[in-house]
């Protein structure tokens, strides 16, 4: 019979953590975790309060459209989003503001003609008459550009107009030379060979007019398709966005509760067995 010792069997839950010690320990060290969150809470409340404020404001504009092929969103947001038109419009309102207190965004709308358009300032009413300004400054420079590209099309278009008013005129006075010859005293063949003419001539005005009248409304599609910037809703109401006391007070209380958890735990941990 060997004497040696069997080894003790090893209890199920050895290595487990004890939920009871743990929670045993997060209630002597409450004090520690009530603390810590409470401060996380007050520095959220008063970073809240001593913080400025901002502002935003929205609105909704639809691009100039000059050509179908191409999109305009990118080079706007562009230009919604530079210091030049944030800075030509509190020079043209007089406003003693810096131009980086204020914070234009522009956002593309996919598959759409449209943007959204943003400002935050510190001050409500200040920040709702900057954007309105600043719109008024994109609008018209991006008609502007809609107009210079509009124009050589109406030119264009009032040209072909002109000649499918002379192209009728010109029909008139055929049909008119055509019943005098009929009138006319000619031998058969004087008549056979104006009627050819006259015919060919004929045929080579109403080409004209087709290629015309096609020219004419392709050109009123493409006006047609054409319409200018415009803003679709007006600026909204000045909305707080910072700070946000509830919502940061919440945040804190959760960051702060968790953080006096984890610092209780360690403490215990580095205290040793003894002092557990």
């Known amino acids: 019979m060997n004497g040696?010792?069997?080894?003790?069997?090893?209890?199920?839950?050895q290595d487990e953590i004890d939920l009871r010690e743990i929670l045993l320990v997060l209630w002597r060290q409450r004090w520690l975790i009530i603390l810590i969150t409470l401060a996380a809470v007050l520095?959220?409340?008063?970073?809240?309060?001593?913080?400025?404020?901002?502002?935003?404001?929205?609105?909704?504009?639809?691009?100039?459209?000059v050509d179908t092929r191409t999109s305009q969103q990118n080079e706007a947001k562009a230009i919604l989003e530079s210091q030049t038109l944030l800075t030509s419009a509190l020079e043209q309102m007089a406003i003693p503001a810096d131009p980086?207190?204020?914070?234009?965004?522009?956002?593309?709308?996919?598959?759409?003609?449209?943007?959204?358009?943003?400002?935050?300032?510190?001050?409500?009413?200040?920040?709702?008459?900057?954007?309105?300004?600043?719109?008024?400054?994109?609008?018209?420079?991006?008609?502007?550009?809609?107009?210079?590209?509009?124009a050589p099309l109406e030119k264009e278009l009032h040209k072909i107009s002109r000649d499918l008013e002379q192209s009728s005129t010109d029909r008139e006075k055929i049909n008119e030379l055509i019943a005098v010859l009929e009138k006319a005293p000619l031998n058969e063949v004087e008549q056979?060979?104006?009627?050819?003419?006259?015919?060919?001539?004929?045929?080579?005005?109403a080409q004209e007019k087709v290629g015309l009248t096609g020219?004419?409304?392709?050109?009123?599609?493409?006006?047609?398709?054409?319409?200018?910037?415009?803003?679709?809703?007006?600026?909204?109401?000045?909305?707080?966005?910072?700070?946000?006391?509830?919502?940061?007070?919440?945040?804190?209380?959760?960051l702060g509760?968790?953080?006096?958890?984890?610092?209780?735990?360690g403490r215990n941990w580095l205290a040793g067995p003894s002092q557990k």
Do not use: C, W
Request: aromatic content about 6%.
């Open 43 to 65: 520095i959220s409340v008063l970073a809240g309060i001593i913080l400025p404020p901002a502002y935003r404001v929205e609105a909704l504009i639809e691009l100039e459209r």
């Open 192 to 205: 056979k060979l104006y009627a050819l003419q006259l015919a060919q001539l004929q045929g080579i005005q």
């Open 215 to 254: 020219q004419y409304l392709s050109l009123q599609d493409k006006l047609a398709a054409m319409h200018p910037a415009k803003i679709v809703d007006d600026l909204s109401e000045p909305e707080k966005v910072r700070p946000r006391l509830l919502l940061n007070a919440a945040v804190a209380l959760v």
């Open 4 to 13: 040696s010792l069997s080894p003790e069997p090893t209890l199920p839950y």
């Open 257 to 265: 509760l968790m953080a006096g958890i984890f610092l209780a735990l």
């Open 100 to 150: 980086r207190s204020f914070k234009a965004r522009g956002e593309v709308i996919k598959d759409t003609e449209y943007l959204r358009f943003s400002l935050e300032g510190q001050d409500a009413r200040q920040v709702t008459n900057v954007a309105a300004k600043m719109l008024t400054l994109f609008i018209e420079q991006r008609n502007k550009v809609y107009e210079e590209h509009r």
